[in-house]
């Protein structure tokens, strides 16, 4: 599955006729659905993939409607239920919804009002959702450390943490190096419920062949040359959390095989050790390969990558988000300049903006720590910036027309950025002016330039800033 968004969909009743009803009505609506005959199958069905959205009937086989109603609101307590009725139990159903319950619907119902249910409990998942996702944009800026941003992707990748982060399902995180793989693994584990049990990341393009076995699974002592002490492995200490395999495509076949049999099976074998290891850890891995073509190829087990590519994140590359360019550097400056309100200038800003950053936010962050270090820590200029960045400008410039790419895209880009930044710091001049490098009376020339509205009072001000 991709990064699907959405509505997941689950009908739990005993009468197959039901459940074809109740999935025609969820698919026609755009909803991923699926069915369960009983509780039990349902229960089993949310620990491999959560739903959003739950009808059950009340009578079920064995456990009723009401108890697997108190099941899910346990484990998954964002997920809306609802609950089928028939005649004479619609008294069960309303202290259904004292326990948590969505509403109720009874049977036989017509399919209009079937699907205004779903539609409704949808709406809600959507609501809460972008409320979330609105609630922890700050925090997010804050702990997340590079997942900033306001554009469309990175707002995507923002509303699929909160969906998973309450989670246990596989997850692949692809990207290329330096889009912060790492930092989406730990806003999943640390903003859910097993943000107080282990995080561990593992760098498998970094393991030792030779180690690989036992680093991943331990070993007892006497198991091989060196061992002079048993081990614990980084799957035994990540039980009960997250094991985060970052590069996961760098793993030789073999280790492979062994990595898809822990999935599998839930347990490792230390090495020299006749014992199995029960552990339980949700995995989120990462790559920069196309781990698809990997498996057509042969490098990469097919089966394994099935049991990986469960959900996919995307991480945008920068160059593909470059509205989010002037946030970042200033998210930087304050981290690696904090309180020295360094500035950076227009010019400086543009070559950010041109720049295709084929390393990323990383190599963005790198950008400016150089520009601190060898400049005069007042003001980021063109002169500040790495070589590499400098070459590209120079070639750019003698391969393209850049004075139309600066009359056209730059202009563009300009307005755009200037736009998002006002809008996000609710129109304060001083802030905004500090963000994108410009002046205050520079910032109201070009407010005014781009037509972009001012709050209310701060328009009576731009003839006199723009005489200055």
């Known amino acids: 599955m991709s990064n699907d968004l959405r509505i997941r969909f689950l009908v739990v009743d005993d009468e197959p006729s039901i459940r074809k009803l109740c999935m025609t009505i969820g698919e026609k609506l755009g909803f991923i659905c699926s069915e369960a005959e009983s509780a039990e199958v349902a229960l089993a ?9 739950v009808i059950a009937d009340l009578k079920l086989p064995q456990m009723s409607g009401v108890n697997l109603l108190r099941e899910i609101k346990q484990i998954l307590p964002g997920v809306e239920v609802a609950i089928m009725t028939g005649h004479g139990t ?6 259904a919804m004292k326990l948590g319950a969505y509403d109720y ?3 036989p119902f017509r399919v209009e009002k079937l699907r205004l249910l779903l539609q409704r409990m949808a709406e809600k998942i959507r609501l809460v959702n972008e409320n979330q996702v609105l609630r922890e944009r700050m925090d997010t800026q804050v702990r997340l450390d590079g997942i900033v941003g306001t554009s469309a992707k990175v707002q995507d990748v923002l509303r699929m943490i909160a969906r998973l982060k309450d989670s246990r399902t596989p997850v692949l995180i692809a990207g290329e190096s330096g889009t912060g793989k790492e930092l989406v693994a730990r806003a999943i584990h640390f903003r859910g419920p097993l943000a107080q049990m282990p995080f561990v990341a593992v760098d498998c393009g970094a393991l030792v ?6 680093e991943l699974f331990g070993h007892e002592r006497g198991a091989f040359t060196g061992a002079m002490k048993s081990k614990m492995g980084l799957f035994q200490a990540a039980n009960g959390g997250t094991i985060f395999l ?10 492979q ?5 822990v999935l599998q099976e839930k347990e490792v074998r230390p090495v020299g050790s006749n014992e199995n290891v029960a552990v339980e850890v949700r995995v989120i891995a990462a790559t920069n390969r196309d781990l698809e073509a990997a498996y057509r190829s042969g490098s990469f087990r097919k089966d394994l990558f099935f049991r990986l590519n469960v959900i996919t994140v995307n991480m945008p590359a920068l160059r593909e988000r470059r509205s989010d360019i002037p946030m970042l550097v200033h998210c930087f400056l304050d981290r690696h300049a904090p309180g020295e309100n360094v500035q950076v200038s227009f010019a400086a800003m543009k070559v950010f903006l041109q720049y295709d950053w084929p390393g990323n936010v990383r190599e963005l962050e790198n950008a400016i720590a150089r520009a601190l270090a060898l400049g005069d820590r ?20 003698s391969t393209a027309d850049r004075d139309t790419l600066a009359s056209t895209a730059l202009a563009d880009m300009e307005r755009m950025t200037i736009l998002r930044v006002f809008e996000q710091v609710g129109g304060d001049k001083e802030l905004a002016g500090r963000m994108l490098g410009i002046s205050r009376a520079t910032l109201y020339r070009k407010l005014k330039q781009y037509q972009i509205p001012l709050r209310a009072g701060a328009a009576r001000n731009v003839d006199e800033m723009t005489s200055v």
């Open 45 to 53: 069905t949310l620990e491999r993939q959560a739903a959003d959205v």
């Open 257 to 261: 095989a062994k990595l898809l049999r």
């Open 105 to 107: 619907i009874e049977k």
């Open 209 to 214: 062949p030779t180690l690989m076995e036992s």
């Open 378 to 397: 007042r003001t980021i200029d063109v002169k500040d910036l790495p070589p590499a960045i400098l070459s590209c400008q120079e070639m750019s410039a």
């Open 90 to 95: 619609i008294e069960s159903a309303v202290d």
């Open 246 to 255: 970052d590069e996961i495509g760098e793993l030789p076949l073999e280790m």
